[in-house]
């Protein structure tokens, strides 16, 4: 299982749902599995009342509460204050079965927490207890963020399917297929607006391309808007334009083929006063360089046709394995940097009243672009070293006065520390080194600030690679209350849990709780598979 699920047959264990790697699992090994596939056995609610609609608003929507992705929760929605933060208990945990990962952020609506998980599972959980109303087993693992309609619940798979749910029951509504490509993948949140969804496509082929004998490569990133009733593509658009041609033979006769890569690994972001979609890539795989590689592009809102690219860096090449010396003739020469965006672009408003749209980037450095003048740049901060996992990964911050920066650089010699920027200038404003360490030296114990971090006025919440969850200032960057998350959970379901590394998915405030997920057994991290809420009072 652990094959599959993050070892050496992940990209194949991806495309099954938890009860088809289970049962290939026990056929290969001839041993059975305990527990049940979903994790829900045990820890069900009793009875619960029926969704609130719309009208009683979403305390946290999709990847950065809502469609301009900037991971601000106000005052009013948060429920919950910067001095309060010093009583944050925990108040319950749920096990996620089967897996080494706890990738998925929730969503929050209507008394309801909405949550993926590695091995397919959805769940529906009471806000406040955590006890169960319905899980979903979706066709692959579902590492997306939730969003939320008005009766329905969406996000995306590793297998590239894209689900429409009943938020009050868990049915299908309909599943929809959104790339072909054998490797194709969802890991970018879906981005509600309108009563369209905004799908970005990203893939595995970075890592098969380190296959010498692998026909490398053809798979282009993508947007879809898909109509949320219907799951009717309405127009999707490759952020590589040309169609991928044979370049010729490898040196072990396999074909290989470009342009490809230029992967969105992000939420879409939707300006809906100009009529446009922000997307952000990654590299390409194989060339010819493309100038939508590493960039922030802007489709148009209702034809997807691409109105503006800024690149960032140009002529990123990158595969997987390929360090200096390599002989797997697929492997770019040379082989790029690795300067991805992660993170999705943040459409932010200035007390002032002016638009930025403000990213962070792998390559170490911040970006503030004028969406008015085609994402022109307003100013550029460097935040870390930047390269292959480094510089800001996930996922940045802003509220009205400030951009959060935290940093991973987990390859290098000193990981971690978070940087307050002033959205107007790009001026430091402070800067939070990495606190010491909370896990117990040995692999994957470093202070890379890696996971995506959430602001609500006067605190910045981050998790960090260490296994930490700490609460900041935004007026200083002083530390205002941590959680050591290393350690074993009793969980509502039964499912054994522990926590670990803090990558991938941020914090998610709303109603006066707090919901995080610890564990993230890949790229440098520590396993684990737990979710936790926390709440202002005694621990439960």
């Avoid at 369209?196 to 490569?217: I, M």
């Avoid at 898909?226 to 127009?235: L, T």
């Avoid at 109105?307 to 010396?325: E, H, K, M, V």
Wanted: proline share 6%.
């Amino acid at each position: 299982m652990a094959a599959l699920v993050s070892g050496t047959m992940r990209v194949q264990g991806s495309r099954l749902s938890g009860a088809a790697r289970r049962a290939l699992a026990e056929y290969i090994t001839g041993r059975k599995m305990g527990g049940d596939v979903s994790g829900s056995a045990t820890g069900r609610c009793l009875a619960g009342p029926p969704i609130p609609d719309r009208a009683t608003g979403f305390p946290w929507n999709g990847w950065g509460n809502g469609v301009t992705n900037t991971r601000f929760q106000p005052a009013a929605q948060a429920g919950l204050t910067a001095e309060q933060t010093p009583r944050l208990r925990l108040k319950w945990a749920l096990g996620f079965p089967d897996a080494t990962v706890a990738w998925a952020q929730p969503g929050v609506n209507g008394g309801r927490v909405f949550v993926g998980s590695q091995n397919g599972t959805v769940f529906s959980l009471d806000a406040r207890t955590g006890c169960i109303h319905w899980t979903f087993g979706a066709d692959g693992g579902v590492r997306t963020a939730i969003a939320i309609g008005e009766r329905a619940v969406y996000f995306g798979d590793t297998s590239a399917n894209v689900y429409a749910l009943d938020a009050s029951t868990g049915r299908k509504l309909w599943v929809r297929k959104i790339d072909d490509h054998p490797l194709a993948r969802i890991t970018g949140s879906p981005t509600l607006h309108d009563g369209k969804l905004f799908v970005p496509t990203s893939s595995y082929e970075e890592v098969q391309g380190s296959n010498p004998d692998y026909e490398c490569c053809t798979f282009r990133g993508s947007v879809s808007a898909v109509d949320a009733e219907s799951g009717k593509v309405i127009w999707k658009t490759y952020t590589v334009e040309p169609q991928p041609k044979a370049r010729g033979k490898s040196t072990t006769g396999r074909t290989l083929w470009g342009p490809s890569g230029a992967a969105i690994w992000s939420a879409p972001t939707v300006d809906a006063k100009r009529g446009l979609v922000y997307a952000a890539t990654g590299n390409t795989y194989s060339g010819p360089d493309q100038p939508t590689s590493d960039a922030v592009i802007a489709f148009d809102l209702k034809t997807g046709k691409i109105r503006w690219t800024r690149q960032a860096t140009p002529n990123d090449t990158f595969l997987i394995g390929c360090r200096a010396g390599s002989e797997n003739p697929n492997c770019p020469n040379p082989n790029g940097p690795d300067h991805d965006f992660g993170n999705a672009p943040m459409l932010a408003t200035l007390a002032s009243g002016r638009d930025v749209i403000v990213i962070g980037q792998k390559s170490g450095v911040g970006f503030a672009l004028d969406p008015e003048k085609e994402g022109a740049v307003l100013w550029q901060y460097r935040a870390g070293q930047g390269g292959a996992l480094g510089g800001m990964e996930w996922g940045s911050a802003a509220d009205r006065e400030n951009a959060y920066f935290p940093v991973s650089d987990i390859t290098r010699p000193k990981p971690g520390g978070l940087h307050a920027v002033s959205l107007a200038t790009g001026e430091r404003i402070w800067f939070a080194p990495a606190p010491p360490l909370k896990c117990a030296p040995g692999r994957g114990c470093n202070a890379a600030q890696s996971a995506a971090i959430t602001v609500i006025p006067g605190a910045v919440f981050c998790g960090s690679n260490d296994g930490a969850l700490r609460a900041y200032s935004t007026k200083d960057g002083a530390i205002l209350w941590e959680f050591d998350t290393n350690r074993d959970f009793v969980t509502v379901n039964g499912v054994a849990a522990k926590g670990g590394s803090m990558q991938g998915p941020g914090p998610v405030v709303a109603g006066g709780m707090l919901y995080v997920n610890s564990g993230y057994g890949a790229f440098g991290g520590r396993e684990g598979n737990v979710l936790l809420a926390f709440g202002v009072g005694e621990e439960q």
